[in-house]
């Protein structure tokens, strides 16, 4: 059993090809098997999908080897099952959670072009079902991951973010931009060696010095891939500005960093703070908040932090 892994019949759309093998579970006298079917090579048709829907079997099963391939195929088919009344929230929320940290675990070991649209295609899917969806904040703020990875990191900054420029009343087009810039937010550190990344404990001089390079960094990666992320930039370089100065690449201030940027900073520092790190335990979502009320008071845009804080407050988080 532990080679295969069970999937959603909801998340299959009739008459497309999944890309690999389906199982169905069969007990008999205590004995359990998996039977073939669906072939890898054969679209899975209305008429198969509503034979299970009939049996009432919602649970079907893929090889854990094939578990890539049924990420690209939920990556590929997106649209379509978010729009898909039939399913639950809670499922799509789930859905939406694994498919942006597949997608982004292949952005960060694979920077290029091909993988950086498919980020901005990702992020107009999600707000769409945040957008339509009423159970979105309450089902995708349940199950942001508290292990620290640089790519779980941005899925999560991307995901209460997204949810957060909703209550503010944040305009589509706008939260569309918005998700992108956070999803990749600290692309640059695709540049910084996993040494200083991953390490535990404080970071020298020299390596906090090497570290701060990451915004620019970002950008860079960007534009030598012939990318059309123009709108993104401002978060990707600002997400460590500090209203008051003290913050890196360029020390600006409050009035000169952009209003989204000065969202992610708060919500960059948020999710850091609430997750496994190599160095630190994770702390309480109200600790945390606590820890960036006063000890970032100066460096945070106060009037988004209080805003902030009520929205987690609304949603059982504080």
Avoid: W
């Avoid at 956070?182 to 996993?194: A, R």
């Avoid at 012939?226 to 409050?254: R, T």
């Avoid at 989204?260 to 945390?288: E, H, W």
């Amino acid at each position: 059993m532990h080679d295969f892994l069970p999937i959603t019949l909801n998340s299959l759309k009739a008459d497309t090809r999944i890309g690999c093998d389906i199982y169905l579970l069969v007990r008999n006298n205590g004995n359990s098997r998996y039977i073939l079917y669906c072939k890898n090579d054969a679209a899975f048709d209305n008429e198969q999908k509503e034979m299970l829907v009939r049996k009432n079997i919602n649970k079907l099963f893929i090889g854990k080897k094939d578990q890539q391939k049924y990420s690209e195929y939920l990556e590929s088919n997106l649209k379509n099952i978010l729009s898909d009344d039939k399913i639950e929230s809670k499922e799509k929320a789930q859905i939406v959670y694994g498919t942006a940290t597949n997608m982004l675990r292949d952005v960060f070991n694979e920077p290029r072009f091909k993988n950086f649209e498919r980020s901005k295609t990702f992020a107009y899917n999600m707000v769409d079902y945040i957008l339509r969806d009423g159970k979105a904040a309450f089902n995708l703020l349940k199950i942001t991951s508290h292990d620290y990875y640089t790519y779980t990191h941005s899925v999560n900054v991307a995901t209460i973010g997204s949810l957060f420029a909703k209550n503010i009343g944040l305009g589509e087009k706008d939260m569309k931009t918005f998700c992108t810039g956070m999803l990749l937010h600290d692309l640059g550190k695709t540049k910084i060696h996993s040494d200083i990344l991953n390490k535990k404990g404080a970071l020298t001089d020299d390596e906090f010095k090497e570290m701060r390079k990451h915004p620019e960094m970002g950008v860079a990666v960007l534009r030598e891939s012939g990318d059309s992320f123009n709108d993104e930039y401002s978060i990707i370089l600002q997400h460590h500005e500090n209203c008051d100065g003290s913050g890196y690449p360029f020390g600006l201030k409050k009035e000169e960093i952009h209003y989204s940027s000065r969202i992610v900073r708060i919500i960059d520092t948020y999710d850091a703070l609430t997750t496994q790190r190599s160095y630190s335990v994770p702390q309480k979502p109200y600790n945390s908040l606590k820890v960036i009320r006063d000890e970032m008071y100066n460096a945070v845009d106060h009037t988004m932090l209080k805003s902030f804080i009520k929205f987690l407050g609304g949603h059982g988080s504080s």
